[in-house]
């Protein structure tokens, strides 16, 4: 995936409004096998998509990140909405982390942080994601962002849930 003129990479976070950049990059799923997600194909499928951007597999806080949302991933799918994690690991790292914590929902390589930058995730210090929210919908609208999701905050959690109304 490149950074297209369309979709510059951004100094900013996304804002809702948007349209959310499209990619293709390789992903683990729970299983722990390998498959390309598509994002536009994904978010089709669902009523909305939650992109959960974190910075490495395995670190205290991105695991709470994302068991965060694991533990609420049967009411996600309940209501047609799906998860999907994106940082800059490699597929073998994501596969460990998968094997160890078994997350319902696929973890995403964006080894070069093509797609993080285009969200507006790209840390340059330290050349990975930082962790954010982004909820697109179908069409590929992005409805809801957090520019920086503190899992320990729950009620950054529950402001996620009311927006997609849930709560």
Request: with cysteine.
């Amino acid at each position: 995936m490149t950074a297209s003129p369309e979709f510059p990479i951004r100094k900013t976070v996304i804002e809702p409004g948007a349209e959310a950049p499209q990619f293709v990059l390789p992903a683990v799923a729970t299983d722990g096998s390998r498959f390309d997600f598509d994002l536009a194909a994904e978010a089709a499928a669902v009523k909305r998509l939650i992109l959960v951007f974190y910075q490495d597999d395995g670190m205290p806080v991105c695991t709470s990140e994302l068991k965060a949302f694991a533990q609420e991933h049967e009411t996600l799918t309940g209501v047609g909405m799906a998860v999907a994690a994106i940082n800059t690991n490699g597929l073998g790292s994501h596969e460990k982390f998968q094997e160890r914590d078994a997350f319902p929902f696929p973890l995403i390589s964006d080894f070069y942080g093509e797609a993080i930058k285009q969200y507006g995730f790209w840390d340059a210090d330290e050349r990975k994601s930082r962790r954010g929210v982004v909820v697109v919908d179908g069409s590929r609208r992005v409805e809801y962002v957090v520019p920086h999701f503190n899992p320990g905050n729950i009620a950054a959690f529950e402001d996620i849930f009311r927006a997609l109304g849930l709560v």
